[in-house]
């Protein structure tokens, strides 16, 4: 027994030097396994157990405080880079949402300031087309000065026509041709130009100027010919004189356009009257002295010679207007016969004409036109015959055009400027509306004048039904709307003046 525990008898110094490789068996120990059995295998037994012992001792001495503190770092290593991960993510999406943010924000200015560009021109638009129509009303209501000066002297002329002309008339109707030519050297220089200037100078080739032509050349030209007279006749007191009513021409004295127009038609009969029935020009118009001689002339004859210069007239004005400005009246420049068929186009005989093919209108209407001189001239020896056939034909003559100017003042002009009122009223509502809408929850301030205009015409259906209504139904202006230097309120407030700042 003693000899199996020597070895455990060994100092600890011996541990450290089998640390590195297993300790040597004794001899002692072999000898002992050889003799003893028992003593062998217990002692075998005993030293695996110490095998294992000292290789857990050995491991276990190999660890250094760095590996302990290694060991204790893995799991929170694992937990940083986890961490790291997770920042590095977090700061991606972070930096995405700011430029998506900056995008966005961009974006939102980009668009609020398109908008608010947009709206800031319409509203300029709405004050300035609101200011210029309130001015524009204000100026037509309250200044005298409504008309310019070139209706003012269209006026005067008028008016002073239709005294000097019948004063003459009545007074010296010897002088009744001089006055009319004098007139005709005013008016139509005039008509030239202005007619020129709007692009209707196809209408100085209608048949009333070539009847005054053929007027003139009667009296002052040819005084010795007997069927100029008839033609210029015939010709003044039918298809010229009946224009009144085909025309509409109306006695408009602020307009020139107008008066010149009926003095085109009306004049040539009135200058016949004075020297067929009061021998104006007794002595110097010998073509009519041959005729009262002869005993006057038949229908037929009349007829006859009036239809001479009228198949001349219509043969030129077909080629030189119908068929050599052909392309420039397809292209809308207007002459009598586009305008009798935009006129006349609900009517049944205007209708008989469109109904017929393109190239046959302007025959057919050639031959209509015609036909309506011949019956125009139908009562015209009545007029030469008869002093007061003739007086009576040329009032009725004037009456219908003052009628027509009457139609002219009170169902054109006044309808007009009730018009420009209610236009006037609907834009100041729609710029009323367009500025809430664009300015939400903004209260918008009413103008005077919008009260006014809606105080006294609700709806434009209301004036247009109501056929009393007239410019004598509306009431005196504000006192704010006629003040100097008229300033109007709009855009949530903002002032404006007539000149739009």
Sequence with gaps: MSTTQEPSSNNDGAIDSASSS??????????????????????????????EDWEGVAQVDRLTLFDLLDNLALPSLALNQRIEKWNRTLQTQSETFKKQGKYVKE????????????????????????????DQLMKRWQDQKVVTLREKIAFVVGVSNIFISAYFLGGYPHLMHWWYTLQMAYFMPIRLYTYHKRGYHYFLADLCYFVNVLLLCSIWVFPNSRRLFIS?????????????????????????????????????PVVLHSIVHQDAMQGKMYALERIR????????????WASVPYLFWQACYHFFITVRRADKIAAGRPTSFTWLRKSYSKTMLGKAVLSLPESLQEPAFMGIQYAYAVLTMLPVPLW?????????????????SVYNGATYYIDVFGKRFEKELVALKRDIEKSQRNLQSSTPGLEQPVSPEYKYLTSNA?????????????????EPLPPSATEPGLRHRVNGGAIIDSSGK
Aim: with cysteine; glycine share 8%; net charge positive.
């Design 107 to 134: 974006t939102y200015d980009k668009q609020k300031e398109r908008v608010l560009k947009k709206r800031d021109v319409e509203l300029d638009k709405l004050r300035a087309r609101y200011g210029k129509n309130v």
């Design 232 to 268: 210029a006749y015939c010709l003044s007191y039918g298809n010229n004189a009946w224009a009144i009513a085909m025309w509409r021409n109306s006695l408009v004295f602020h307009s020139l356009d107008k008066i010149t127009s009926l003095f085109i038609h009306l004049m040539p």
């Design 293 to 304: 001689a002869e005993g006057g002339f038949s229908l037929f004859e009349m007829i006859g």
């Design 22 to 51: 297993p300790p040597p068996s004794s001899p002692v120990s072999e000898r002992g396994s050889s003799t003893s059995p028992t003593i062998s295998r217990s002692g075998s037994f005993v030293g695996s157990i110490k095998d």
């Design 384 to 400: 030469y015959n008869s002093r007061t056939l003739s007086a009576c034909f040329i009032s009725a003559l004037g009456l219908w």
């Design 458 to 474: 609700s709806t434009q259906d209301e004036v247009q039904d109501s056929k009393e209504a007239g410019i004598s139904t509306l």
